[in-house]
């Protein structure tokens, strides 16, 4: 299983963006899918969860900015993000809870980041 992330780019203060990350691959379920990001020098810290049925949780930090979506026809989810700030700055990864199999464990497989980049 494999995750494509998608949607990064550079926008000024205030501006925003809609990051998109897609799940391929033999997969019989996903669980909860979500965004990280890591800024430079800085841990990787949480922006946003998804759950299968459409609960989410977020920081306080985005909490208002940002709304995480997901398509689970398409196994696709989505990060809208307005009135960015410079400190959301950063590599934005997604990640997803996924089953290859009803009898087999359940892991977690991360995308290869999409860097956003706040500045004027």
């Known amino acids: 299983v494999q995750l494509q992330a998608s949607g990064g780019g550079l926008v000024q203060p205030g501006g925003s963006l809609r990051l998109s990350c897609v799940a391929s691959g033999s997969i019989y379920s996903i669980g909860v899918m979500g965004w990280y990001r890591q800024a430079p020098g800085k841990q990787r810290e949480l922006v946003a969860t998804i759950g299968s049925s459409g609960n989410t949780n977020y920081p306080d930090s985005v909490k208002g900015r940002f709304t995480i979506s997901r398509d689970n026809i398409k196994n696709t989810v989505f990060l809208q993000m307005n009135s960015l700030q410079p400190e959301d700055t950063g590599v934005y990864y997604c990640?997803?809870?996924?089953?290859?199999?009803?009898?087999?464990?359940?892991?977690?497989?991360w995308g290869q980041g999409t860097q956003v980049t706040v500045s004027s």
């Open positions: 990640n997803a809870d996924v089953k290859r199999g009803r009898y087999v464990p359940h892991y977690v497989v």
